[in-house]
């Protein structure tokens, strides 16, 4: 593999996450102070920016493209295990999203983490999941993919715990490692499953790569291979259960609130731009195998659309701001998959960018919302209730501005980059599938509803709080506006973004339905609407009833308890793992008795043959009594033998008159 | 002749050991250091030189007459995969040492048994006559009995006595089956490769030896249902005699199985393989639901070491090339991570906290970061998590199973679910040892950080276990031909 060839070769990819791999480890080992360490691992992600840009620019008006390097890993069974990298226009814009998005946190993050005496070795961490999700990006190979996947939800695992001194914070993390590695199982299979059927792990391989048309083929000509999917969908199913646990979808999604207890702009980059897009773009990488099967493209659409919807009603009730951003980010996730699996249905091969371009948009705006989250959770003294915040716009004009700008976007406010990117997922519901585009069509709507609500709470009114209210320094805010402007402006180059998105046919999927578009404008602005004609006037206080909760207080209950999955998975599946364990224990302790029995039995035969058998069979039976007869015998011999002539004799005499009398009897 | 030397110096410097009095600790533990070191050294050589050395299988072949009148012959060599367990065995010996630098009470006498310990496992890594195996299979297992019964802890006899049973047991089995060998190749020779060669086992004879000679070396594998010495010794064995037992004796009874039972018996492998599998499964799934409750941090280790022999054993009845491989390779691979976990636990931790029931620590990641950090490490390499040697093995023994035609889809589906089980008492157990707190004993007095011997244990051994998942050519590259006989015997048999 050749690093330093710019020219013909794509190997350089290799670079992107090697520069943040080559800080983590100066980090790691050397323990810089917490300005140094940021400065370091910016720089490096500096670096790895210019490679993206670079990798970006490349693919700008070479959609069709596909450049691959690959390189022999290791060689099982005399099979030659490679991995590789790719540069299509998925990952050209992916890389160009997740590292300038990175960037910008990075620099956030070291206004943020400033105070923390720890700061060195979380910008270690955010290094470390930088190096596995550029990874992931580049992959050629479905195995790399999962390894550097998984090198992800490690960097997830410890940041989520960084603030491991509160428990809630450990146990966070415990769960979201726990939870999306069981979708990393169905990933696991589903790779297991590809190599079986094809003998390849790459991707794209001149021609026999598993993504390849010829493969694809080869692959769906083998139908009901596994519940009535074809060869091809039932490793797309399996790969999507991997997704699904990474992008928190139905009914993985209760890590990913949890997960808020890590630092705020974690939960921007990895829990709300990057890390949990990983799942979609899972989807988006092996879409042609989701397009050889119907069912599969259907089980995404549904699962997603649930999610949109299950999500959405949940984040009315919260009040934590990190946790209604949570549930919404996992609303939006479920939106991208109804995205590509709709797209998919309707469009086939041009559908997987509109799941993209809304990754795209989203993690602009979510990562905009979330930064401007925690500008507002530290200028209120770190309090994260919006009961007890308001009033905050005066106060905080800049990060306001910015998270309004964040807001309209998210609910697909009319020209902003989430009113183009969300517009296309509905139309191509409308196409696919009436019911799934309806259920959209409400998830939408009520987004736009509690964004709304929660900008009441926050903006509106007078500070209900305790602290004093700042705005944060210029660090922090610079990459507030950024974000901003990104998240208002990205729309209007969605024509381009589709064109460089549609590697796969070039098909333009840029289309018109003015149904669909009325009812778009419909669901942001009566979302907004409906939002402050409920909460703009209404008392938001700490002991306040919320507005509707008053209206419907037993559903709301139910919201306020994020719908019981935790508690149900509590009293299912950890019941169950727990009473598994105590039978296998329970096994564990029958195998110990049944050693001790029969070492008993063993020693019992001992016993058996020792006193039984040995003592009175033998010994006292056979072998004294032997022993004594023997005696006995010689006693009677030694008697006789006692050497005394006269002795014998007399014997012989009386022997001699003995058979005297026998000859007498038996002659007559 | 260098494969030998590991032989010669440990037994030779168990003798030499023996002899210093025991005051003079400074100077016991480290000529200790220097034996196993050297042994090591002459491991490693060994690879060097069966790198570039020609495409014989077996090489540094020694072969002298011993007992003609029953044709045992004093007959060493090493291929690959005894050459993979010698780099381990001498990696163990050296951290064992490492991880006993504080020892005080008769280090004579304890590195003297130690290295006979090692000098015996060395001894059957090499040996390629039966008989001769069977000698040093037989020497490794009494000088278990003295560490256990008189450096260890808790039950310490009762766990002695019984692993040494569980170990004369299965040697008394495997030894049937080598009789039954001897006798049914009518060869009248212990000659491992003669055996292979010339054997012509018929397929009644090799369904019926084929068990017994497994279930022999499987007990001292770990495998289930007898597997219950495991846990209990190492519980009770002193931290360099845990390492050992899970790094190196474990994988005695796997060599065995791989390279008698399998090599010589193919048939009668094919024929059980459906059943090895489902054992396999159990040790997995089993061992691993049982470490999710246990309360001893130890005994969690002792159960994960039984299920992670599970995929040796389950690499081993796929009976195919990269099933084997993964065997191999977990095997390399459990004994570099299982040894350190048992070092952390055993020594790290417990010199520290004097306990090592998790509901007693209290805020250890607070108290004693830097150890925390390398037991997670260890911890993720134990899991299996990409970028660690245990990844590759399991990737491998996976990938061997989907392609075994014999197995149930069960047997698949119940390997995830052990891979699930594994990564969440795993996890589990990290949460429990250093996130929680319980307010029953010294609330927050800073631990001693560790000493320069733990440190260099802990790298060394975690350094193995990330080269060799970065870059499993390093071992794949002499296994490769090592298995292919194996292989070669199999695919006649499948015939």
């Avoid at chain 1, 699996?341 to 989203?362: E, K």
């Avoid at chain 1, 004594?628 to 015998?633: G, L, T």
Wanted: net charge neutral; hydrophobic share 55%.
């Amino acid at each position: 593999m050749n690093l330093f060839d710019f020219s013909d070769s794509v190997g350089w990819l290799m670079w992107i996450p090697i520069c943040p791999l080559i800080a983590g480890v100066v980090l790691a080992l050397l323990k810089p102070s917490g300005k140094v360490s940021a400065m370091v691992a910016i720089a490096a992600l500096t670096v790895s920016l210019g490679f993206s840009l670079k990798a970006f620019a490349g693919t700008w008006g070479h959609e069709a493209h596909t450049l691959t390097h690959n390189f022999t890993w290791i060689q099982i069974a005399g099979v030659n295990l490679e991995f590789g990298v790719v540069l299509n226009s998925l990952t050209g814009s992916m890389l160009a999203m997740v590292s300038f998005i990175g960037l910008l946190i990075f620099i956030y993050s070291a206004s943020y983490m400033s105070q923390d005496e720890r700061m060195g070795r979380f910008f270690c961490y955010l290094s470390i999941f930088m190096v596995g999700m550029l990874g992931l990006v580049v992959a050629n190979s479905v195995l790399m993919l999962f390894m550097f996947w998984e090198i992800v939800g490690l960097a997830s695992y410890l940041l989520i715990g960084f603030w491991f001194h509160k428990p809630s914070a450990a146990a966070a993390a415990k769960k979201a490692f726990i939870t999306t590695r069981i979708g990393d199982l169905g990933f696991l299979i589903g790779l297991l499953w590809a190599f079986k059927a094809t003998g390849t792990f790459l991707f794209f391989d001149g021609g026999v790569g598993i993504l390849e048309s010829s493969t694809i083929a080869a692959l769906a000509s083998n139908t009901n291979v596994l519940w009535g999917l074809n060869g091809a969908g039932v490793i797309a199913v399996f790969l999507f259960i991997g997704a699904v646990g990474k992008s928190g979808q139905l009914p993985l999604h209760v890590w990913l609130p949890d997960a808020m207890e890590g630092p705020t702009p974690v939960s921007a980059l990895i829990h709300a731009a990057t890390m949990v897009a990983a799942g979609v773009f899972l989807v988006a990488r092996a879409f042609p195998l989701f397009l050889a099967d119907t069912a599969a493209l259907e089980i995404v659409i549904w699962i997603g659309g649930l999610t949109a919807l299950f999500a959405a009603l949940i984040a009315i009730a919260q009040y934590d701001i990190k946790r209604i951003l949570a549930y919404s980010t996992v609303s939006q996730l479920g939106l991208m998959m109804v995205g590509l699996g709709a797209g998919g249905l309707a469009i086939q091969d041009g559908g997987v960018s509109i799941g993209m371009f809304h990754l795209l948009t989203h993690a602009f705006f979510k990562a905009l919302l979330f930064l401007g989250a925690g500008s507002i959770i530290h200028g209120c003294g770190d309090e994260q209730d919006i009961r007890l915040m308001g009033g905050v716009f005066s106060k905080m004009k800049i990060s306001s501005l910015a998270y309004l700008a964040g807001t309209i976007a998210l609910c697909a406010f009319p020209f902003t980059s989430g009113y183009f990117s969300k517009d296309q997922i509905l139309l191509s519901a409308w196409e696919a599938n009436k019911t799934v585009f309806w259920i959209s069509a409400f998830a939408s709507l009520l987004t736009a509803f509690y964004m709304t609500r929660q900008c009441c709470y926050v903006f509106l009114g007078k500070y209900r709080g305790e602290g004093h209210v700042h705005e944060s320094p210029p660090l922090m805010t610079v990459p507030l506006v950024i974000l901003a402007v990104f998240a208002l402006l990205l729309g209007y180059v969605s024509e381009h973004f589709y064109h460089v998105l549609d590697y796969l046919s070039g098909v333009h999927v840029h289309q018109h339905n003015s149904t669909v578009v009325i009812i778009s404008w419909i669901i942001a602005l009566g979302g907004i609407s409906l939002g402050l004609l409920v909460y703009a006037r209404a008392k938001m206080g700490i002991d306040d009833v919320d507005p509707v909760k008053r209206l419907m207080t037993t559903p709301y209950g139910w919201l306020e308890n994020r719908l019981y999955a935790d508690e149900l998975y509590q009293l299912t599946a950890f019941k169950l793992w727990g009473a598994l364990a105590k039978a296998i224990s329970a096994i564990e302790g029958l195998i110990y008795i049944m050693v001790v029995v029969a070492t008993a039995i063993v020693s019992m035969i001992g016993q058996f043959f020792s006193g039984t058998i040995d003592k009175k069979l033998i010994d006292q039976v056979s072998f004294d009594g032997t022993c004594k007869r023997i005696y006995e015998s010689s006693q009677i011999n030694a008697f006789i033998q006692n050497g005394f002539l006269q002795g014998y004799l007399r014997i012989v005499t009386a022997g001699a008159v003995v058979i005297g009398i026998l000859f007498l009897l038996l002659a007559r | 002749m260098i494969a030998f030397l590991t032989v010669i110096i440990s037994f030779l410097g168990a003798a030499v050991i023996g002899f210093i009095p025991a005051k003079n600790n400074k100077l016991i533990r480290n000529l200790a250091l220097l034996v196993a070191v050297s042994s090591f050294g002459a491991a490693v050589a060994c690879y060097f030189q069966y790198l570039n050395a020609g495409s014989a299988v077996f090489q540094q072949v020694i072969d002298l007459a011993w007992i003609p009148a029953i044709g045992a012959k004093f007959k060493i060599g090493v291929d690959g995969l005894s050459i993979s367990l010698l780099i381990l065995t001498g990696l163990i010996a050296i951290c064992g040492v490492l991880f006993s630098w504080e020892l005080n009470d008769r280090p004579n006498q304890f590195y003297a048994y130690y290295f006979a310990l090692i000098g015996g496992v060395f001894g059957v890594f090499l040996s390629l006559d039966l008989f001769l195996l069977f000698v040093f299979y037989e020497i490794a297992i009494v000088p278990k009995y003295f560490i256990i019964a008189i450096w260890g802890s808790g039950k310490k006899t009762y766990a002695a006595m019984k692993l040494v049973l569980y170990s004369f047991v299965g040697s008394a089995v495997a030894l049937l089956g080598l009789i039954a060998l001897y006798f049914g190749s009518g060869l009248n020779t212990f000659d491992l490769l003669e055996l292979m060669a010339n054997g012509d086992f018929s397929t009644q004879f090799q369904v019926v030896v084929f068990p017994i000679l497994f279930i022999g070396f499987g007990i001292l594998a770990g495998m289930w249902p007898f597997h219950t010495w495991a846990p209990t010794g190492h519980v009770a064995a002193p931290t360099a005699a845990s390492m050992l037992l899970a790094g190196v004796v474990m994988k005695l009874g796997a060599y065995g199985c791989l390279r008698v039972a399998i090599g010589l018996l193919p048939e009668g492998a094919i024929h059980w393989a459906p059943i090895v599998g489902w054992i396999a499964v159990i040790n997995i799934v089993y061992g691993a639901l049982i470490a999710l409750v246990q309360k001893d941090f130890k005994y969690v280790i002792g159960y994960s070491s039984v299920s992670h022999m599970g995929f040796v054993l389950l690499g081993l009845a796929t009976l195919n090339e990269v099933g084997l491989m993964g065997a191999s390779l977990q095997m390399f691979s459990h004994g570099i991570i299982g040894a350190l976990l048992f070092a952390i636990v055993g020594t790290v931790i417990y010199s520290r906290t004097h306990t090592r029931q998790l509901d007693q620590f209290h805020n250890l990641m607070q108290r004693m970061p830097g150890i925390c950090w390398v037991f997670i490490l260890a911890g993720l390499a134990s899991m299996g998590l990409p970028g660690f040697s245990g990844f590759v093995s399991e990737l491998h023994v996976l990938i061997g199973t989907w392609h075994q035609g014999q197995f149930s889809i069960w047997i698949i589906i119940l390997t995830g679910f052990g891979i699930l089980a594994t990564f969440t008492y795993t996890l589990v157990k990290i949460h429990e040892a250093f996130f929680r707190s319980s307010p029953a004993n010294n609330p927050n007095e800073v631990y001693a950080p560790m000493t320069v011997a733990e440190r260099a244990g802990c790298g060394i051994l975690l350094l193995f276990a990330v080269a060799i998942g970065i870059y499993p050519n390093l071992l794949t590259v002499i296994l490769e031909p090592s298995l292919a006989p194996i292989l070669e015997a199999l695919a006649t048999a499948a015939k």
